[in-house]
């Protein structure tokens, strides 16, 4: 599982496996006789090369100086440099031979050196490096499982390094422990997890701090390109080490001299002759490029591949092309004897092995079998052509059972910069290779998380990808495709559900307009009885009247016995008690009818979602002022509906602080998530904090010179951020009030501001026509957006905070990839000004508001 080699008194776990002499290769065209090829072409030495590895004593023993002095020790050099070659072929054979310095005053005998390249997980990759050093294991599922729980622990806990490191000093207590980090710069190139890679670094340098120098149980080499000693520093402990003496050892190029000692001495063991002014011939023609040393070695390789007469002569040295073409004419030779068929899966083998360089050049991307599918027999005649390198890793499978997995690599990044057809295939496919980066960076995420639904690609990313998959579904891995398809099928289950919904939706409404015609039949028959007592008021009035003439007789006809007086004024007190009787009916009736009519506005007001809250809203309040135009409280149910109107209703809430208020025009707020507090901006220069229930001032936020236009909450209501005309953004603690940090950078004022969802991120966008991002934790500039030709007016996050949109007064709106701050979107259609701009909740979908009257999506 983890190859085991010795050489002298070190004992190396997981040396890649040596590829074969570049002499036995099957397309070698050459005397088969000929002796063993001393040079190494595009491979790095090795080990067990040493012997013909030359012009590298110098730097050698400052490395093995440096490794024992130092705990921590970087090889800087330019990519085709020897930085390979100068540890494994110079520093540790020269370790082999010195006894290791231990802490009890005792020599040690041996150095235990492990080898590990950070790939994709550089915590799995070191466990793979360190777990055979002291487990036990049976076979090799224990010993995959004992790297996984390795690799768990790293990451949970840093001070498991050093717990192991002791296990393994138990174990070979006359040993001394070296990792060797090879090639370095993939931590940056294929771990695009910054916390990630931070938590490594933290982990190996953290690692020695229990131990002094003289103790400490192992060293750590770092093998770094050049061009990526910047990006490292960007991390001040990384840059801390880096900067202490003797902790940075720079590979310079190579004198005249020592070149001419790597030509001739290796030939020279091989009893091989060079032709006169040969030597001064390849020195002049390598000139002074960096990584030319590849070249070099690669063209010597060649010129022993076609010696004459046991010679390397002029002649040979022509026919392959001299140094400039030597390469470039070797991989076109190889490319040339694939069929058209094989040349296009040659073109997307090499497009998934280089990881295109951003501020960098590119690098190598090693890929498996799997991914490859069934371009990997032309995988197999460009690794006999030594154009890339097999190689092989233990994973392990969905039945728990270990299997070896073949992987492929470029064998050197000479090949990547010097091979004119690849640099053109590069240079045409960059922008999807790019997009491809990410893509998997995405694809990994999702796995971490156990392909959690939240972790799929939407929107507008989802949209890019199906384009991709339609268009190069070739150039795609297996997981790659499955990835993109799993969120098209998310997406498909999401429409469904709205689908259904919505037709819920549908039904409750058609109930509701059946509730409606119910409520009007149930007024229209109320408006009967109405009318029938109304008609019984009549007839008793005209009783009333008609008993008033009969009083009048009665009285004017004294005479008239008293029994029949009596009778006339039973008469009277009858037919007013029925009158009475009759107004009391009137008004219930009128009662019922009122209380009817509300509750059919209730009802219309809950039926109508076809029109405007605002229509809503005036239905709802009819029904309560004619159910309150009563001595009876207001019904119930049109209260109800009221109150629920008001809270649908898109129309704000309208509340006056009763104390204490803004000394100037009020110019953006918002709510608290959990709804309890408002936050406001004003031309008093001021953000006011107030108590959403009561209305009460919480907090007083000064700071600012000048008028303030912009305020948000963090998603967590922890931190208030805000944006004004003096060019801050400004980051509050929402409890206190107190100004947490001040982020400058825009020359002009900052018109909008808002936090990314994780709200580890700001955006703010300036009078100074960019759109900035800053890390919410350090105050920090990420990265600046500029693309606007006039001021920005509005910017947002979308739902899953991968991208961010911005308007402007130069009337376009514009989709940023918050990631790279790459414009990838550019929206026109207002003409004018775009005040406002928004995400929907899924993020599919893009709504703008402009000058113009229009709103777009």
């Known amino acids: 599982m983890y190859p085991v080699s010795t050489y002298g008194s070190v004992t190396i776990i997981n040396l890649p496996p040596s590829p074969p002499d570049p002499i036995s290769s099957a397309e070698s065209a050459v005397d088969l006789s000929l002796p063993p090829n001393p040079y190494r072409g595009l491979f790095a030495f090795r080990p067990e090369y040493a012997d013909y590895f030359f012009g590298r004593e110098p730097f050698t023993n400052q490395l093995v100086t440096a490794v024992e002095n130092r705990r921590l020790v970087a090889v800087l050099g330019a990519s085709g ?8 072929a110079g520093l540790l054979p020269a370790l082999s031979k010195r006894p290791v310095r231990q802490a009890q005053g005792r020599p040690g005998e041996q150095w235990l050196a492990a080898i590990f390249r950070p790939g994709t997980d550089p915590f799995q990759s070191l466990a793979a490096s360190l777990v055979p050093l002291y487990a036990e294991a049976e076979n090799e599922i224990a010993l995959l499982e004992a790297t996984r729980s390795l690799a768990d622990s790293l990451r949970q806990q840093p001070a498991a390094l050093s717990d192991v490191l002791r296990l393994i000093q138990g174990k070979h207590p006359d040993h001394r422990l070296l990792l060797i980090a090879d090639p370095f710069e993939e931590l940056y190139t294929l771990c695009h997890n910054t916390a990630t890679r931070q938590a490594f670094l933290d982990l190996l340098i953290a690692a020695h701090s229990p131990f002094s120098i003289l103790n400490s149980p192992f060293s750590i080499v770092l093998t770094l390109r050049a061009d990526f000693l910047a990006q490292a520093s960007l991390y001040p402990p990384l840059a801390e080490v880096l900067n ?19 030509i001739v001495e290796p030939a020279k063991l091989r009893g091989v002759p060079i032709e006169e002014k040969l030597v001064e011939r390849l020195l002049d023609d390598m000139g002074e490029t960096e990584g030319s040393l590849s070249l ?53 083998v090499f497009m998934q092995l280089v990881h295109p360089g951003q501020g960098a050049e590119a690098t190598c991307r090693p890929a498996t079998r799997q991914a490859l599918g069934q371009q990997w027999p032309v995988v197999t005649k460009l690794a006999n052509a030594r154009l890339v390198m097999i190689g092989s890793q233990t994973v392990e499978r969905e039945d728990g059972q270990a299997q070896e997995q073949a992987t492929v690599d470029i064998v050197h990044e000479a090949l990547i910069h010097n091979w004119d057809r690849l640099r053109t295939w590069l240079a045409a496919d960059r922008e999807f290779l790019a997009w491809q980066s990410r893509l998997r960076d995405d694809l990994a995420h999702w796995e971490a998380t156990e392909r959690d639904d939240g972790a799929l690609l939407r929107g ?57 015609a119910l409520s009007y039949w149930q007024f229209q028959a109320a408006r009967t009885q109405t009318h029938a007592a109304i008609a019984a008021e009549e007839t008793a009035v005209a009783a009333a009247e008609q008993a008033n003439a009969e009083a009048k007789n009665a009285r004017e006809a004294e005479k008239t016995a008293a029994a029949e007086a009596d009778r006339a004024r039973n008469a009277e007190a009858t037919a007013q008690a029925n009158a009475q009787a009759a107004l009391v009916a009137q008004q219930e009736a009128e009662q019922q009818a009122r209380i009817s009519r509300g509750q059919a506005l209730a009802a219309k007001a809950q039926a109508e979602d076809d029109i405007t809250y605002q229509s809503n809203l005036m239905l709802a309040r009819e029904a309560v002022l004619l159910t309150w135009q009563t001595d009876t409280a207001v019904d119930p149910v049109a209260d109800a509906v009221l109150r629920e109107v008001v809270a649908q209703a898109d129309m704000g809430l309208v509340m006056t602080l009763p104390r204490r208020h803004h000394g100037g025009r009020v110019t953006a707020v918002a709510f608290s998530p959990d709804g309890r507090q408002i936050v406001s901006s004003s031309a008093d220069q001021t953000v006011r904090v107030w108590a959403a229930e009561t209305g009460e001032e919480v907090h007083q936020l000064r700071g600012h010179r000048g008028t303030v ?7 967590d209501g922890h931190h208030i951020v805000s944006g004004g005309n003096d060019g801050t953004v400004r980051l509050w603690d929402a409890a206190t009030g107190e100004e947490v940090r001040q982020l400058s950078g825009h020359s002009d004022g900052v018109n909008a501001v808002a936090f990314s969802p994780d709200g580890q991120t700001i955006i703010s966008g300036s009078t100074d026509r960019t759109v900035r991002l800053w890390d919410a934790a350090t105050g920090e500039e990420v990265r600046q957006m500029s693309g606007h030709e006039e001021r920005v007016n509005a910017v947002a996050f979308s739902p899953d905070g991968h991208y961010s949109v911005s308007s402007s007064d130069d009337g376009t709106v514009r989709l940023w990839d918050v990631k790279t701050g790459r414009e990838v979107r550019h929206m026109s259609g207002h003409g004018t000004t775009v005040w406002s701009v928004a995400y929907s909740p899924d993020g599919q979908t893009i709504v703008s508001g402009g000058n113009d009257g229009t709103v777009r999506l």
């Open 81 to 88: 440099s020897g930085k390979s070659s100068v540890v494994l």
């Open 244 to 262: 202490q003496p003797e902790a940075t050892q720079f590979l310079s190029r190579m004198t005249r001299e020592q070149l001419t000692e790597a």
């Open 296 to 348: 070099l070695e690669f063209t010597l390789s060649e010129l022993w591949r076609h010696q004459q007469h046991r010679t390397l002569t002029h002649a040979a040295y022509e026919a392959i092309g001299q140094m400039k073409g030597a390469l470039s004419r070797y991989a076109e030779m190889t490319y040339a004897t694939l069929s058209p068929l094989e040349q296009q899966q040659a073109r997307r």
């Open 460 to 516: 507008l990313p989802l949209a890019v990808a199906q384009e991709q998959l339609a268009e190069r579904p070739d150039d795609l891995s297996a997981a790659e495709q499955a990835y993109i398809r799993a969120g098209l099928a998310y997406q498909q289950r999401r429409e469904q559900q709205r689908r259904r919904l919505l037709a819920g939706a549908a039904i409750a409404a058609l109930v509701m307009a059946v509730l409606a």
């Open 709 to 715: 236009n912009a305020v948000a909450y963090s998603l």
